[in-house]
């Protein structure tokens, strides 16, 4: 999360993270993960696919 944002780890959790499943399975497996962050003008809610 820290690599995503300049943040620290108490402002911030991870909500979910789940193996997004793939049409061919010899491919690369892929994680989503949805993030929840609190910054200075707010909360933000964001979703990265590795």
């Excluded at 909500?15 to 707010?42: A, M, Q």
Aim: glycine share 8%; charged share 30%; net charge positive.
């Amino acid at each position: 999360v820290s690599q995503l944002r300049k943040m620290k780890k108490a402002s911030g959790e991870t909500v979910y993270c789940g193996l997004v499943h793939e049409k061919t399975p010899l491919k690369v497996k892929n994680f989503g993960i949805w993030l929840r962050y609190d910054s200075r003008s707010g909360t933000h809610n964001m979703y990265r696919e590795y």
